[in-house]
């Protein structure tokens, strides 16, 4: 059958995954882009051509200048933490050590857990009458309002984002770290390297380009954040927790505003491809050099 095809049976493999780019990805991005040029203001099923209308108000709204700053303080905030401690961690579960099975269960037990029932729970560790609030006053200070203090509240939820992902890095770490050959180790305990310098000068070389991509898909996932703040802040208080992906949602399901919602997403793939070309600079130009 693939005889037939002769120099098509590349493509022909490619096909189904082709059309499912093109399905679930191009034609929705296509359609957004339209959308932002539309205006339904005043009705959902006749919009009116708006031109750059929705692009001139997202600039000019006060609103959208707040949650581009929190969705970048939760980008400063999780990235370096999601992309440093499950290296750590991966480092040392690769050691020989006993009971190495029940740590990596352990760890990776959070990102089995549904986000809605991690934010649930911790939900309630951050109320008012809450443990973290009982640790707290037991040790003579205030009670924290968590999820009601603007200064907290987002930082609250970067905290859900971290635990929840750790264990999924780590492993990806760990994968990497079977390809890096023993023998340097070797050599590195041959020369008395300790076990620091070992790892600063064999393993962190070697899986640049993993630590290339946990950054990558950390930062995406920190920028299209949703979940979360969905059930433990709705976005408050005073807009201190939302982020551009749940003001999409408000403005497009709340507000029934498709157009300046499609505008805000278009920005927001922008700004996503921005930071991916930024990774592809920083941490694999030699790759793409010619």
């Known amino acids: 059958m693939f005889k037939y095809y002769g120099k098509y049976t590349p493509y022909m493999f490619l096909l189904p995954a082709g059309l499912v780019l093109v399905i679930f990805f191009f034609i929705p991005f296509f359609h957004t882009v339209v959308l932002s040029f539309q205006d339904y203001t005043n009705s959902i099923y006749s ?36 992309a440093t401690i499950p290296l750590f961690l991966a480092i040392l579960i690769n050691q020989k050590i006993r009971g190495i099975t029940l740590y990596k269960i352990l760890i990776y037990l959070p990102v089995i857990v549904s986000i809605v029932v991690a934010a649930i729970a911790f939900k309630w560790l951050y109320a008012e009458q809450g443990i973290l609030n009982y640790i707290v006053t037991a040790l003579g200070f205030n009670a924290i309002g968590w999820l009601t203090n603007p200064k907290w509240s987002l930082y609250s939820v970067i905290i859900v984002t971290i635990w929840k992902g750790i264990g999924y890095y780590m492993m990806i770490y760990l994968a990497a770290l079977m390809s890096v050959p023993k023998e340097l180790y070797e050599a590195c305990d041959i020369d008395g390297a300790s076990f620091i310098k070992k790892h600063l000068t064999v393993t962190i070389p070697h899986i640049m380009p993993t630590i290339a991509l946990v950054v990558t898909i950390s930062s995406i996932s920190a920028m299209k954040v949703f979940a979360e703040i969905y059930v433990m802040t709705k976005g408050g208080p005073l807009d201190s927790s939302k982020t551009i992906v749940y003001y999409i949602y408000e403005r497009a399901f709340e507000n029934l505003d498709l157009g300046y919602a499609s505008a805000l997403a278009v920005v927001l793939l922008i700004i996503v491809m921005a930071f991916s070309l930024i990774n592809i600079l920083c941490f694999e130009r030699k790759k793409y050099q010619l």
């Not at 997202?58 to 980008?75: E, G, R």
């Open 47 to 82: 919009p009116d051509f708006a031109g750059l209308n929705n692009y001139i108000d997202l600039f000019k709204n006060p609103i959208f200048y707040k949650v581009l700053a929190n969705t970048f303080i939760y980008l400063i905030v999780a990235v370096p933490i999601l």
